[in-house]
């Protein structure tokens, strides 16, 4: 038949004369490797004709494995071992014969696993012919799937987020000796201090203190969240006591800055299912940004309701300075911050949105930001329903709500 090559079939050889020891040292390799010999196009195997398959003559139990069945007289294209032109096992057995020298590649096999290939012509008679048959040795290594290389920017990033909460937890310990000894001060605990200048000066000692080591809160909190190790301590909470928690912490600034802040909370609030330091840290942001952000004489509001769906929703809004709609990407972006021109206090550092952002999706939540400049912000956290639960709840969790 045209193309066709007559070979002996078996896995450990076909021609009798050094079947015993071709067949011992193949079986003893690791190694997958066999020998195939081409099938042409045209009568004359010696010709220039095109190679349409290959057969394997023999092959070793080790490469019987990778393909799942006997190799010995089967055809190379039934395995379909082809991954794209010119980078398949077959293009590689045929440019080994055509350019006559050992060819490598990395060949994808069914499955993603990845095999490294070595062929080398290898010219062997064909049984009652004087035709030398195209022929080529072949070894194969499975390498296994090929691992996901980590982008360099994604990299940098998380070096990134580790030195920041290396330095936060660095920057922690020296700081809560400056807040402890100005409290010491300030009481007086050793005796008078003398001028009032000096009481004053320890009470902007503590005041600075404590701004720095929110700022310091806020990048560990960062940066915990971008290196996914924060292991949230879920339990049932009171939504309204967290809310009122988080007003009474913004309280003195609000007044200090003559913002009046107010609060509408639902008396039919389920318990929320989540971590309570997070949520606390989510409304501290939120409330601190409202009032930072709006002059004199504005209002800050913080409402809590349940949501048709069953979930939880809480919302921040403001009469503030607002955020362009161009900006309000950037603001929830780590360290991003808008430009705004109401005459106001520090400059915001970037830190509290993204952090609530991350915060929420810990969450299985969201944040929604809505925001019109010189017309307030409004910022609304939106809890799934999994995560509200009835008050009966607070005496033990059930299983399966996170």
Known sequence: MNGHIS??????????????????????LADGVGVLAAIMNGSDIRGTGTITDFEWLTANRAAERLFGHPLAGRRLRADDLQDGDGAGLFACLADCLMEKQTVRRLVVAPGGARWRIAATPFDMPSPGAGLAAPTVCV???????????????????????????????????????VLGFSEVLLA??????????????????????????SLIDGILDLSQSETTRTEMQEEAI?????????????????????????????????????????????????????????????????????????????????????????????????????????????????????????????????????????????????FPPRRSLPHAASHGIPHGVA
Request: no cysteine.
């Open 238 to 382: 009171n939504v309204a006591d967290a809310a009122r928690q988080a007003l009474a912490q913004v309280g003195d600034k609000a007044a200090a800055r003559g913002v009046d802040i107010g609060e509408d909370l639902s008396g039919d609030l389920p318990l929320l299912y989540g971590d309570a330091r997070a949520l606390q840290r989510m409304l501290t942001n939120l409330l601190s940004n409202a009032v930072k952000f709006t002059p004199s004489g504005g209002q800050v509001m913080l409402s809590a309701s349940p949501m048709p769906d069953g979930g939880i929703g809480l919302m921040v809004a403001d009469t503030g300075a607002g955020i362009a709609e161009d900006e309000m990407a950037r603001v929830l972006e780590p360290f991003g911050s808008a430009d705004m021109t109401v005459p106001r206090g520090p400059t915001g550092t970037g830190i509290g949105l993204p952090v609530v952002k991350r915060l929420m999706e810990m969450h299985g939540g969201r944040l929604d930001l809505y925001s019109e400049p010189g017309a307030g912000t409004t910022a609304i956290l939106m």
């Open 139 to 177: 070894s194969l290594v499975e390498l296994g799937p090929e691992v996901p290389t980590v982008p360099e920017s994604d990299r940098a990033h998380r070096a990134k987020a580790e030195f920041l909460a290396h330095m936060s937890h660095e920057l922690r310990t020296p700081l809560n000796a």
């Open 7 to 28: 070979v002996g079939h078996g896995s450990t050889g076909h021609a009798p004369a050094g079947d015993a020891l071709v067949g011992a040292a193949m079986a003893a």
């Open 188 to 213: 007086e605990t050793f005796g008078p201090l003398g001028s009032p200048r000096y009481r004053s000066y320890a009470a902007d000692i503590h005041a600075s203190g404590t701004h720095l080591l």
